[in-house]
């Protein structure tokens, strides 16, 4: 008991350190209840049924890969990214066009779900390039940064 007596301070503020931690894990619940899920959360439930396959993104590479230096197509979630290099002498036009022979390795289902990002850039960077296009899933052509 004379324990007790002399330390009823500290008691007192173990007590509250422990009624604080249990009131701020209850705040956090409430709040952010869906801390624990995943970042994408619902947006690629339907991978399954539109799943592409790691052939078919090298099939893409290779339905350009002798018109450009360098091409890596990759997945990330719902969009199809492709990073292409090409030669110096191709113009921006014919550049354009490797996005669509890319987007013909994916069926008119795969169109549908995913979006496409292609980034052009030139050996030598010049004044016109980088450029960037983008087909968003609903659309039927790609949209492409302002000619500079």
């Given at each position: 008991?004379?324990?007790?007596?002399?330390?009823?301070?500290?008691?007192?503020?173990?007590?509250?350190?422990?009624?604080?931690?249990?009131?701020?894990?209850?705040?956090?619940?409430?709040?952010?209840?869906?801390?624990?899920?995943?970042i994408y959360g619902e947006?690629?439930?339907?991978?399954?049924?539109?799943?592409?396959?790691?052939?078919?993104?090298?099939?893409?590479?290779?339905?350009?890969?002798?018109?450009?230096?360098?091409?890596?197509?990759?997945?990330?979630?719902?969009?199809?990214?492709a990073n292409i290099v090409?030669?110096?002498?191709?113009?921006?036009?014919?550049?354009?066009?490797?996005?669509?022979?890319?987007?013909?390795?994916?069926?008119?289902?795969?169109?549908?779900?995913?979006?496409?990002?292609?980034?052009?850039?030139?050996?030598?960077?010049?004044?016109?390039?980088?450029?960037?296009?983008?087909?968003?899933?609903?659309?039927?052509?790609?949209?492409?940064?302002?000619?500079?």
């Amino acid at each position: 008991m004379n324990f007790i007596k002399h330390n009823i301070g500290t008691i007192i503020a173990i007590m509250l350190l422990i009624v604080v931690v249990v009131l701020l894990y209850e705040a956090k619940v409430t709040f952010f209840p869906d801390d624990g899920k995943a970042i994408y959360g619902e947006r690629l439930s339907q991978n399954k049924e539109y799943r592409i396959s790691n052939d078919q993104l090298k099939s893409a590479e290779n339905s350009i890969k002798d018109s450009c230096e360098e091409v890596k197509v990759r997945l990330q979630g719902k969009i199809i990214e492709a990073n292409i290099v090409i030669s110096n002498d191709m113009s921006g036009g014919d550049a354009k066009g490797l996005a669509d022979k890319i987007a013909s390795s994916f069926s008119d289902s795969q169109k549908t779900y995913y979006d496409i990002q292609v980034f052009i850039k030139k050996e030598n960077d010049t004044t016109s390039f980088p450029i960037v296009g983008y087909k968003h899933h609903t659309s039927d052509h790609f949209s492409w940064t302002k000619d500079r």
